[in-house]
C-alpha cells in the first residue's frame, strides 16, 4: 500500500475525532501497528494530532478538530451586540483582541454579501 493512501486512511479514521489506539487504527486499515505509529509521527506535522499514554483511557491518538466559530445564525445586530460587550473588557489580552477582529471581519462579510444579493 503506498504510504500517501495509508496516511489518508489514518486520516479517515482519525476524522470523527474521537480516542483511538494505534493498534484499533492498524486493525482497521490492515498494515501493522508500527506503520500506524510511524505515519501518525509524519502526519502530526501538519494535522493537528494529539496522542497520549496511559490515564483512564490507556492512551491513544485523536484527530483534534479545527476551531471555527459558526455565526451564521446571528443577525448584524446580534453579532454587534456581542462585539460592543467584548470591546467593554477592561484589559483584553491578545487572543480576545483577535476573536473580536474575526467576529467583525466575519460581520463585514454579511454586509458585502449582502449588498451583491440587492
Not at 20 to 31: G, L, N, P, R
Not at 55 to 81: A, F, T
Amino acid at each position: 500500500m503506498l504510504s500517501r493512501n495509508i496516511q489518508a486512511d489514518i486520516l479517515s479514521v482519525l476524522a470523527d475525532g474521537k480516542v483511538h489506539t494505534y493498534q484499533s487504527i492498524a486493525d482497521e486499515i490492515e498494515v501493522h501497528r508500527n506503520t500506524v505509529y510511524n505515519h501518525i509521527r509524519s502526519l502530526s506535522y501538519r494535522h493537528n494530532i494529539e496522542t497520549f499514554s496511559g490515564g483512564i483511557d490507556k492512551g491513544g491518538v485523536r484527530l483534534i478538530p479545527d476551531e471555527k466559530i459558526k455565526v451564521g445564525y446571528l443577525s448584524n445586530d446580534e453579532l454587534q451586540l456581542i462585539i460592543n460587550q467584548l470591546e467593554l473588557l477592561q484589559s483584553p489580552n491578545a487572543n480576545i483582541k483577535q476573536f473580536i477582529k474575526s467576529l467583525s471581519s466575519h460581520k463585514d462579510k454579511e454586509k458585502k454579501d449582502e449588498r451583491r444579493i440587492v
